[in-house]
């Protein structure tokens, strides 16, 4: 008898478990569940908010790089994002002449660790009321927080809030923004 009951509460404790797990791990983006057992790439191909991003990222040849151990921090923006620049942006920059400019503006996303919403908060009360990102590409973002979101700014004074935050991932985080963020 206390075999079954052992047994039981096992079973329930594993239930419990699993059911408290996925929840955390339902995260939506474009449509689609976000798996922090997936990597960056794997999540962003099925966001249908992100095709431009998938698209750019394997014109500039960063797949691997993305699908790489990490961890990394992504500020990942939206089609909308990419449909807001001049005409013709996005097509230029997806030729292949244009590979390492394309490739730097992406890396320009993309900060090397794992810097979740409350770490980015920590960071901008740390440094009193901002703080400031080293990205993969050489330069650096600034974050702020207004109106309880978060803001981005990038090197030539644009800036981008933070959509979605806290999109985990097997090797990082993503931080789905509103705008394209750019490099000197």
């Known amino acids: 008898?206390?075999?079954?009951?052992q047994?039981?509460?096992i079973g329930l404790a594993m239930a419990l478990s699993l059911s408290a797990a996925s929840s955390f791990a339902q995260k939506m983006v474009g449509g689609a569940s976000m798996l922090p057992t997936m990597d960056i790439i794997d999540n962003?191909?099925?966001?249908?908010d992100h095709t431009t991003l998938v698209a750019a990222v394997k014109a500039a040849g960063l797949v691997d790089t993305l699908k790489g151990a990490g961890p990394f921090t992504v500020f990942a923006p939206t089609n909308a994002a990419f449909d807001a620049l001049p005409a013709g942006t996005v097509d230029t920059l997806l030729k292949p002449e244009n590979k390492a400019m394309l490739s730097g503006i992406l890396t320009y996303h993309v900060v090397a660790g794992k810097m979740d919403a409350a770490a980015l908060t920590?960071?901008?009360t740390a440094g009193k009321g901002k703080a400031?990102?080293?990205?993969?590409?050489?330069g650096s973002l600034s974050a702020t927080a207004k109106d309880g979101k978060v803001m981005v700014m990038d090197e030539k004074g644009g800036s981008a809030t933070v959509t979605i935050?806290?999109?985990m991932q097997s090797n990082g985080v993503i931080h789905v923004v509103d705008k394209v963020l750019l490099p000197k």
């Open 1 to 5: 008898m206390q075999t079954k009951h």
């Open 7 to 9: 047994l039981a509460s």
């Open 44 to 48: 962003a191909v099925n966001s249908k």
């Open 122 to 124: 920590k960071a901008i």
């Open 132 to 138: 400031t990102l080293k990205t993969v590409a050489g």
């Open 165 to 167: 935050a806290d999109v």
